[in-house]
């Protein structure tokens, strides 16, 4: 009776493992059979194509091919990918592109994933970066639509160069700084500065600043690149990016305002576009008073923020005040058909200011291009934007900021171009938004 007692024991402690095992099992398949199918080393991984909005094939997952042009691989390599991309489209939709989902596992077949982009409208905007490592970027502010999204430097996949890991001109190529990458914004933090302005400082209308170049705070010296002139209300002090004006502003209206309205503006969050997760920014609330909040202010000292995350403040500014999440996924298909397989990816948003600020920061954006950055090269488009000269210190040259975005509805585009130690920002990367800007609205 005692043997048969503990053979019953046995035989329960037995069962009781293999039912924690065949549970545990359960979970893992639940909450990571995405991952199992869509790992690189599968025979499943990516099996489904990915095309850009106009049906041009970017990935071929059967022949493990891209796109015939090189141009298009090149600039859209860091969307799709290859196994040295975490954060690309083949890694993030694998699971997507294999057709897994937990019922049927990969059995009905492979999907086609169609994008929002824009494959020529990326090759244009790689080719006006001409080289040098930076951003661009546009998406349409109303529905997130993503149409395009450039980091450089790149390579072609079908033929990457021997000296990747050695030549100084593709250090940081396998990142993708549209997405994963924080700079200091520069003189488009003045943005931020002005919104709290207009709600917080309540006679903002007799604002006036005289710029002689120079302001010290405290034997602390924050400076202009000239005197910008005499009794500048808060939208002159925003067409010239005066220094000295928005040092002042800053100082008065306090390290812990400026850093609730950076918050606000979406611009410490991580977006999830797509399953990739952006790099959060940063700010650091300085001593009130201190020359480090004026220079905070500016958007300079330690303030940093990701250009996806930009160019969707953008896309709020110009939506009064309702900020979408970018999206890349059109909609997905049954491989080889046009057969829905999914539901399409919806819209998420988000509130940065009030309709009013909005309202105010728009006309005075618009302001900017027609008194500072010429109206000339944009033609006929309503384009409202900032400038930014980011000072990155050692001896290099600052970064160039341009962001902004159209105010019309025929045309509801956000941008955002960012070109690395690229000098000053509306010479050097506002020419290459009025070329990338007057493709994407082309006819």
């Given at each position: 009776?005692k043997?048969?007692r503990r053979?019953?024991?046995?035989?329960?402690?037995?069962?009781?493992?293999?039912?924690?095992?065949v549970?545990?099992?359960?979970?893992?398949l639940?909450?990571?059979?995405?991952?199992?199918?869509?790992?690189?080393?599968?025979r499943?991984?990516?099996?489904?194509?990915?095309?850009?909005?106009?049906?041009?094939l970017?990935?071929?997952?059967?022949?493990?091919?891209?796109?015939?042009?090189?141009?298009?691989r090149?600039?859209?390599?860091?969307?799709?990918?290859?196994?040295?991309?975490?954060?690309?489209?083949?890694?993030?939709?694998?699971?997507?592109?294999?057709?897994?989902?937990?019922v049927?596992?990969?059995?009905?077949?492979?999907?086609?994933?169609?994008?929002?982009i824009?494959?020529?409208?990326?090759?244009?905007?790689?080719?006006?970066?001409?080289?040098?490592?930076?951003?661009?970027?546009?998406?349409?502010?109303?529905?997130?639509?993503?149409?395009?999204?450039?980091s450089?430097?790149?390579?072609?996949?079908?033929?990457?160069?021997?000296?990747?890991?050695?030549?100084?001109?593709?250090?940081g190529?396998?990142?993708?700084?549209?997405?994963?990458?924080?700079?200091?914004?520069?003189?488009v933090?003045?943005?931020?500065?002005?919104?709290?302005?207009?709600?917080?400082?309540?006679d903002?209308?007799?604002?006036?600043?005289?710029c002689?170049?120079?302001?010290?705070?405290?034997?602390?010296?924050?400076?202009?690149?000239?005197?910008?002139?005499?009794?500048?209300?808060?939208k002159?002090?925003?067409?010239?990016?005066?220094?000295?004006?928005?040092?002042?502003?800053?100082m008065?209206?306090?390290?812990?305002?400026?850093?609730?309205?950076?918050?606000?503006?979406?611009?410490?969050?991580?977006?999830?576009?797509c399953?990739?997760?952006?790099?959060?920014g940063s700010?650091?609330?300085?001593?009130?008073?201190?020359?480090?909040?004026?220079?905070?202010?500016?958007?300079?000292?330690?303030?940093?923020?990701?250009?996806?995350?930009m160019?969707?403040?953008?896309?709020?500014?110009?939506?009064?005040?309702v900020?979408?999440?970018?999206?890349?996924?059109?909609?997905?298909?049954?491989?080889?058909?046009?057969?829905?397989?999914?539901f399409?990816?919806g819209?998420?948003?988000?509130s940065?200011?009030?309709?009013e600020?909005?309202?105010?920061?728009?006309?005075m954006?618009?302001?900017?291009?027609?008194s500072?950055?010429?109206?000339?090269?944009?033609?006929?488009?309503?384009?409202?934007?900032?400038?930014?000269?980011?000072?990155?210190?050692?001896?290099q040259?600052?970064?160039?900021?341009?962001?902004?975005?159209?105010?019309?509805p025929?045309?509801p585009?956000?941008?955002?171009?960012?070109?690395?130690?690229?000098?000053?920002?509306?010479?050097?990367?506002?020419?290459?938004?009025?070329?990338?800007?007057?493709?994407?609205t082309?006819?």
């Amino acid at each position: 009776m005692k043997r048969l007692r503990r053979r019953t024991i046995i035989a329960l402690v037995l069962a009781g493992a293999l039912a924690a095992g065949v549970l545990f099992f359960c979970f893992q398949l639940i909450g990571k059979g995405n991952d199992w199918v869509g790992f690189f080393g599968t025979r499943y991984y990516d099996s489904g194509a990915i095309y850009d909005r106009n049906g041009v094939l970017l990935y071929d997952g059967q022949t493990k091919s891209y796109a015939e042009n090189q141009a298009a691989r090149v600039s859209t390599l860091h969307l799709v990918g290859d196994q040295n991309f975490g954060t690309s489209l083949r890694s993030v939709l694998a699971s997507r592109l294999t057709g897994y989902n937990l019922v049927t596992g990969t059995s009905l077949g492979s999907h086609d994933v169609t994008l929002t982009i824009d494959a020529a409208l990326n090759e244009t905007a790689y080719a006006a970066l001409n080289g040098r490592k930076g951003v661009v970027a546009v998406y349409d502010y109303t529905t997130g639509d993503l149409l395009c999204e450039v980091s450089s430097p790149s390579y072609d996949p079908n033929n990457p160069p021997s000296d990747i890991n050695e030549n100084p001109a593709y250090e940081g190529v396998y990142l993708n700084r549209f997405f994963s990458s924080t700079y200091p914004p520069g003189s488009v933090f003045k943005l931020v500065t002005t919104a709290a302005a207009i709600e917080q400082k309540k006679d903002l209308d007799q604002f006036r600043y005289t710029c002689t170049g120079s302001l010290e705070v405290d034997g602390d010296v924050i400076t202009c690149p000239y005197a910008h002139g005499e009794n500048m209300d808060i939208k002159q002090c925003l067409a010239t990016s005066c220094n000295g004006a928005y040092a002042t502003l800053a100082m008065e209206l306090g390290g812990k305002t400026l850093g609730e309205y950076m918050e606000q503006a979406g611009l410490l969050d991580s977006l999830a576009v797509c399953d990739i997760h952006t790099a959060k920014g940063s700010f650091v609330a300085q001593e009130d008073g201190s020359a480090f909040l004026g220079w905070s202010g500016v958007g300079q000292d330690k303030d940093l923020v990701n250009p996806c995350n930009m160019l969707a403040f953008m896309g709020g500014i110009a939506n009064d005040g309702v900020a979408v999440v970018p999206k890349l996924v059109e909609r997905e298909t049954i491989t080889g058909t046009s057969i829905p397989a999914a539901f399409p990816d919806g819209k998420d948003t988000y509130s940065i200011y009030g309709e009013e600020t909005c309202r105010q920061l728009k006309e005075m954006m618009r302001n900017n291009v027609a008194s500072q950055y010429g109206q000339a090269q944009f033609g006929d488009l309503a384009v409202c934007a900032k400038s930014g000269t980011a000072e990155v210190g050692g001896g290099q040259e600052p970064h160039a900021w341009f962001a902004g975005f159209i105010d019309d509805p025929e045309h509801p585009l956000a941008f955002l171009v960012l070109v690395e130690n690229g000098g000053g920002g509306a010479r050097v990367a506002g020419s290459i938004a009025a070329q990338v800007l007057a493709q994407a609205t082309a006819e």
